[in-house]
């Protein structure tokens, strides 16, 4: 009986293992949270307490109601910031908090 041979390349295992583990949207959204400053501007991210996700959502708390207030103007363009640093459409909704 002959043996296959099951090699693969390094490349497509990698590939591979983060399709099925979701790791290229975790590590989109580890660079989200630590890119923040540059993604959502310095007043912003200054008053941001956290930054969490759920499926396609982003949850931003801010400290001041004056700057949630603010945020929920600018919210397409926080979106598009976003998504146009991930290289593509990682958030479709953001909620203040």
Same mark, same amino acid.
């Given at each position: 009986?002959?043996?296959?041979?099951?090699?693969?390349?390094?490349?497509?295992?990698?590939?591979?293992?983060?399709?099925?583990?979701?790791?290229?949207?975790?590590?989109?959204? !580890?660079?989200?949270?630590?890119?923040? @400053?540059? #993604?959502?501007?310095?007043?912003?991210?200054?008053?941001?307490?956290? +930054?969490?996700?759920n499926n396609k959502t982003?949850?931003?708390?801010?400290?001041?109601?004056?700057?949630?207030?603010?945020?929920? !103007?600018?919210?397409?363009?926080?979106? @598009?910031? #976003?998504?146009?640093?991930?290289g593509y459409k990682l958030?479709?909704? +953001?909620?203040?908090?």
């Amino acid at each position: 009986m002959a043996k296959k041979n099951n090699l693969v390349k390094l490349g497509d295992a990698i590939t591979q293992l983060f399709k099925q583990e979701n790791l290229d949207v975790k590590i989109s959204q !580890f660079s989200v949270k630590n890119n923040w @400053k540059e #993604i959502a501007g310095e007043p912003i991210a200054v008053n941001t307490t956290d +930054i969490f996700f759920n499926n396609k959502t982003i949850f931003v708390t801010l400290r001041s109601a004056a700057m949630k207030h603010e945020v929920s !103007f600018r919210k397409e363009e926080l979106l @598009k910031n #976003i998504n146009r640093f991930c290289g593509y459409k990682l958030v479709e909704q +953001i909620i203040i908090r």
